[in-house]
């Protein structure tokens, strides 16, 4: 089972799968959110790449320290697996806070970002998302993690999934409380501490960049994708018509073809390859 060591001496547990010899593609999950997040991503990947799947610290088989975290520190943390995975770049691939971990990584190490894909995540705070995460920390302190997944899956999931499938969405819920309530604060409380000049350093970004988005996305909206789309030189727009939050899990074959695509065509490019791939709308 392997283990890569933070600095600050965090145990944080990750996997390697797919392609002995494919390019590596590092993916960072979400709030409260182990690897298990990217289960539906795997096969996809491995076919052409070397896929690296950690837990981030708090959730999974990674430690769960008490106190305080920072996303700059998680991000030292996925190049720490990086690195003990035995990679000095990566395709970086992350969603929601891991979106936010990933832009953290694309300015600070930008020399080990191959390729950026940017999933249902922002680059500042609103005021409405920051009293949503104070409430989501406080439900989950004081009444428990099973308790915050049952309230708030309608964030995650669209709600013509929700009226269809709702009993399907165990799965969902038992990924959302793998962190424990106090690991979870913590996690939301870093949230709500990374300052809003990271955006100031986004056209700083030099790797290619996917941005995707759901059309129902209610959590991180559209308008939060086309800023960061502005933001980041060359950066490109993808949007899945008809998903929301959680499209790596409800809209899974979309969110891959669409992802798969970019890297196919990112590596092509870098390889002095050419591609006919075009980005723009995509019916979940």
């Given at each position: 089972m392997p283990y890569a060591t933070a600095s600050d001496g965090i145990r944080l547990h990750y996997d390697v799968f797919g392609r002995r010899h494919g390019e590596a593609v590092l993916m960072v999950q979400g709030l409260g959110t182990d690897s298990r997040g990217w289960a539906l991503q795997r096969r996809a990947i491995g076919r052409h790449y070397r896929g690296i799947v950690f837990d981030n610290r708090g959730v999974g088989r990674s430690d769960k320290p008490a106190g305080d975290y920072d996303l700059t520190l998680m991000a030292e943390d996925a190049l720490a697996v990086l690195d003990a995975a035995g990679f000095e770049s990566a395709h970086v691939v992350g969603a929601s806070m891991g979106g936010v971990i990933a832009q953290i990584i694309a300015v600070r190490r930008p020399e080990q970002v191959r390729s950026l894909t940017l999933a249902c995540t922002s680059c500042r705070h609103l005021s409405w998302r920051r009293e949503l995460l104070e409430d989501w920390a406080a439900v989950a302190q004081t009444q428990g993690m099973r308790a915050f997944a049952a309230r708030n899956l309608r964030w995650l999931v669209g709600s013509r999934s929700l009226r269809r499938f709702w009993p399907a969405f165990g799965v969902l819920t038992t990924i959302a409380i793998s962190a424990p309530p106090q690991a979870f604060v913590s996690q939301v409380r870093a949230i709500?501490?990374?300052?809003?000049?990271?955006?100031?350093?986004?056209?700083?970004?030099?790797a290619p960049t996917l941005v995707l988005v759901g059309s129902q996305d209610i959590l991180t909206p559209q308008g939060d994708a086309e800023e960061i789309v502005e933001l980041i030189p060359g950066a490109e727009l993808a949007v899945l018509q008809g998903a929301a939050h959680g499209f790596m899990v409800e809209n899974f074959g979309t969110f891959n073809r669409v992802m798969l695509d970019f890297l196919t065509r990112t590596s092509a490019s870098q390889k002095g390859l050419g591609s006919g791939f075009e980005l723009g709308t995509y019916r979940a």
């Open positions: 709500l501490d990374m300052d809003d000049d990271l955006r100031l350093l986004l056209p700083t970004v030099t």
